[in-house]
Every structure is written in structure tokens, then in C-alpha cells.
T-cell receptor, first 115, second 112 residues
Framework: ETGVTQSPTHLIKTRGQQVTLRCSSQSGHNTVSWYQQALGQGPQFIFQYYREEENGRGNFPPRFSGLQFPNYSSELNVNALELDDSALYLC??????????????FGPGTRLLVL | DAKTTQPPSMDCAEGRAANLPCNHSTISGNEYVYWYRQIHSQGPQYIIHGLKNNETNEMASLIITEDRKSSTLILPHATLRDTAVYYCIALSFQGGSEKLVFGKGTKLTVNP
């Protein structure tokens, strides 16, 4: 167990809807990264939050947005859902000191199905 | 970040050592080699990482060649629970966002 929790575990939405996924980081970690994993593929980096600020973004459209709260928990929001957004969404937390090796620890993921 | 190359699949007998290779011929001097594994539909699990020297922890050993162009993850006594997809990642820490770039990994099957 990594101490990283995600909710909900599973979710079903329809095209055009909006969804919010939540992540609680490991105690003491101030950095949260979000990844999308389509079936049969490796996880793809969406973005990272460090001390409540976005700190890098992957190749995802603006309808993917996020927040990090003062307690370092985080949300991933996806607007105007498309069928291709169906995937396992993973968050990972780390102690982001920025200049030294900081391992990312993953949560169990949220499985999103868009119909 | 350097690209890594891994075989798509490997088999290992239970109780034997599993040796998973990874090529990272374009790795730069400040890039670490990280290994994660993912058991079916769970979140990736951190295994081990290293820069130049060989590393060992309670889960595995990591052997990095002297020229750092390849590495091997060793699971000394594989069990059925080690069946998973193993990802080798070259990661640099430059004060910016440290994203993990996953490939397709190696599907390790441990057979009874």
C-alpha cells in the first residue's frame, strides 16, 4: 500500500458530460501527477501539481483540468467527455523537492467508462 | 527523456530468477533508470531505481552496465504474484515537472 487513495473506483458517464476524479496524496507529499492509461497501453502523463500550481502538462486538451488543495489532495476534471476518454486514471504523489530524485507512488486508479 | 526498449513478453518458472532486460542507449548522464510494475488493472508499483551503481532492495536488484546503455532487473526468486507488466523508464530530474514516460513494458508470466 502506498497511502495514495483515489475515488471513485469506477465511474460510468455519457458523452458530453463532465467528471471529477479525486486523489489524496501520501502523507508529507506535496506533488501530485495524473496519468491516463488506455486499455493495453502504458500510462500517459496528463499534468502535475506542485504546491497548488500546475507544474507541467502533457499532450492533453484544455478540457482536462486540475486542482490541488492546501492539503495537497487533488482533483482531475474532464469536460465534454468523449468515448476515447474511457480509461484508467491514475494519480501519483511524490515529495517534490525538484532537485533530487523523488519517486512517484501511485494510487489504485479510477476506471472511467464513457458511453 | 531517453527512450527505453524492452522485450514485449517473457516467461519464468516459479522459484527461479527472472532477469528483465532494458536498453536505454541514448540515456544522458543525469537520467535515472526506474522500474515499476503493474499487476492487472492496478496502479503501477515502484520497484527500484538507480543512476550508475547497482542497487538492491527487498524486492529486486538492478544491474546497470558501466556505459549505462542497458540495465537488468532481477527478481531473485520469482513467485506467481510477480506476474505483471514491468516498465523500465529513464527519468531526469531538472527542477521542472518530472513526468514518467511509460512504454509498453515487458509482460512477465511466472509459471508454476
Amino acid at each position: 500500500e502506498t497511502g495514495v487513495t483515489q475515488s471513485p473506483t469506477h465511474l460510468i458517464k455519457t458523452r458530453g458530460q463532465q467528471v471529477t476524479l479525486r486523489c489524496s496524496s501520501q502523507s508529507g507529499h506535496n506533488t501530485v501527477s495524473w496519468y491516463q492509461q488506455a486499455l493495453g497501453q502504458g500510462p500517459q502523463f496528463i499534468f502535475q501539481y506542485y504546491r497548488e500550481e500546475e507544474n507541467g502538462r502533457g499532450n492533453f486538451p484544455p478540457r482536462f483540468s486540475g486542482l490541488q488543495f492546501p492539503n495537497y489532495s487533488s482533483e482531475l476534471n474532464v469536460n465534454a467527455l468523449e468515448l476515447d476518454d474511457s480509461a484508467l486514471y491514475l494519480c501519483a504523489s511524490s515529495l517534490g523537492l525538484g532537485r533530487s530524485q523523488e519517486t512517484q507512488y501511485f494510487g489504485p486508479g479510477t476506471r472511467l467508462l464513457v458511453l | 527523456d531517453a527512450k527505453t526498449t524492452q522485450p514485449p513478453s517473457m516467461d519464468c518458472a516459479e522459484g527461479r530468477a527472472a532477469n528483465l532486460p532494458c536498453n536505454h542507449s541514448t540515456i544522458s548522464g543525469n537520467e535515472y533508470v526506474y522500474w515499476y510494475r503493474q499487476i492487472h488493472s492496478q496502479g503501477p508499483q515502484y520497484i527500484i531505481h538507480g543512476l550508475k551503481n547497482n542497487e538492491t532492495n527487498e524486492m529486486a536488484s538492478l544491474i546497470i552496465t558501466e556505459d549505462r546503455k542497458s540495465s537488468t532487473l532481477i527478481l531473485p526468486h520469482a513467485t506467481l504474484r510477480d506476474t505483471a507488466v514491468y516498465y523500465c523508464i529513464a527519468l531526469s530530474f531538472q527542477g521542472g515537472s518530472e513526468k514518467l514516460v511509460f512504454g509498453k513494458g515487458t509482460k512477465l508470466t511466472v509459471n508454476p
